[in-house]
């Protein structure tokens, strides 16, 4: 079946850096595709998204590539801080949400 | 606005207890979710209402009900709980299901069956 994935499991980042988080999907029927932030003991809460008619969109300190071709997604967070440790979903959409199983993301200082 | 509240936050049930997790949502939200997160896994859909009156299953219904109370509840109730549900449930809403769709996350009720 389709499913959506994450490359890596633990992400350490020294504080000040960038984070690249990547997420690979396989449905290419998505058309709307996601990243949730999950601190510790608290339900997920909604990053960016994208739809798939754009390969890029920017936010606050965030930005979602998005390549079509080999089915890849990516966070990137500029200047790491200490609040930004958490999980990172990465989500796909046609109908509905299908969640990856996350990256945790530690911040060295 | 409370946004999406879970009620209760943490329970322990022995194998075949029932119990019922409640959820809310003061957002005018059509659409609303169930979901479990266990450790390595993303979060898997149990059931959803798209609306008021229908309810539809997920991704792993078994064990599971659900009523959709009105436009701001939503519960999810174990018949006869088992170990294998132990887990963290979140209850998520929306404006409505389809695409770009983002979803709003209670904080979650954490789930143990002995």
């Known amino acids: 079946g389709e499913s959506v994935g994450l490359h890596l499991p633990t992400l350490s980042v020294q504080e000040g850096d960038n984070s690249i988080i990547n997420c690979a999907y396989s449905n290419s029927a998505s058309d709307y595709f996601i990243w949730y932030k999950q601190e510790s003991g608290k339900g997920p809460q909604f990053i960016i998204d994208?739809?798939?008619?754009?390969d890029k969109r920017q936010g606050q300190r965030v930005t979602v590539l998005l390549n079509k071709t080999v089915k890849h997604l990516s966070l990137q967070i500029a200047a790491t801080q200490p609040g930004d440790s958490a999980v990172y979903f990465c989500?796909?959409?046609?109908?509905?949400?299908?969640f990856g199983k996350g990256t945790r993301l530690h911040i060295l200082p | 606005n409370a946004g999406v509240t879970q009620t209760p936050k943490f329970q322990v049930l022995k194998t075949g207890q029932s119990m019922t997790l409640q959820c809310a949502q003061d957002m005018n939200h059509n659409s609303m979710y169930w979901y479990r997160q266990d450790p390595g896994m993303g979060l898997r859909l149990i059931y959803y209402?798209?609306?008021?009156?229908?309810?539809d299953k997920g991704e792993v219904p078994n064990g599971y009900n659900v009523s959709r109370l009105n436009k701001r509840e939503f519960s999810l109730r174990l018949e006869s709980a088992a170990p294998s549900q132990t887990s963290v449930y979140f209850c998520a809403s929306s404006p409505q299901t389809g695409v770009h769709n983002e979803q709003f996350f209670g904080p979650g009720t954490r789930l143990t069956v002995l």
């Open positions: 994208i739809r798939s008619n754009m």
């Open positions: 989500a796909e959409s046609d109908d509905k949400i299908i």
């Open positions: 209402s798209a609306s008021e009156g229908t309810t």
